[in-house]
């Protein structure tokens, strides 16, 4: 079992920053990869970003490049997602999720997830 803790949402202006984090704890996660979600209300969950535990690969969701960028410590099993430029469109709760199979975007590939962190971008 994994287990996954977010932390860092909050409340921001459009334009501004936020840093999310997800302690992971349990089983050894060098052999999973981490990814982040996120869903607005009346939206399906989406992918954000995933990054390979070991090698640190990753990649974005088209609405995340250039503006996210996700990493890992491994030293703390924690993983972070750096959000900036943010925009109210990205408004929703975010997830931390965990899979045994890289390059996964279904949500439904990954078996680990946390409770989520709410971000709010106002305009």
């Known amino acids: 079992q994994v287990q996954l803790v977010e932390s860092g949402g909050g409340l921001v202006q459009a334009g501004g920053s936020l840093r999310l984090s997800c302690a992971a704890s349990?089983?050894?996660?060098?052999?999973?990869?981490m990814g982040w979600f996120r869903q607005a209300p009346g939206k399906e969950r989406e992918f954000v970003s995933a990054?390979?535990?070991?090698?640190?690969?990753?990649y974005y969701a088209d609405s995340a490049k250039g503006r996210f960028t996700i990493s890992r410590d491994n030293a703390k099993n924690t993983g972070h997602l750096q959000m900036n430029s943010l925009k109210p469109e990205d408004t929703a709760v975010y997830y931390c999720?965990?899979?045994?199979?890289?390059?996964?975007?279904?949500?439904?590939?990954?078996?680990?997830w946390g409770q989520g962190t709410q971000v709010t971008v106002s305009s």
């Open positions: 990054i390979a535990w070991t090698s640190g690969s990753t």
């Open positions: 999720a965990a899979t045994a199979f890289w390059g996964q975007t279904d949500p439904n590939e990954y078996d680990f």
């Open positions: 349990g089983r050894t996660f060098s052999s999973y990869a």
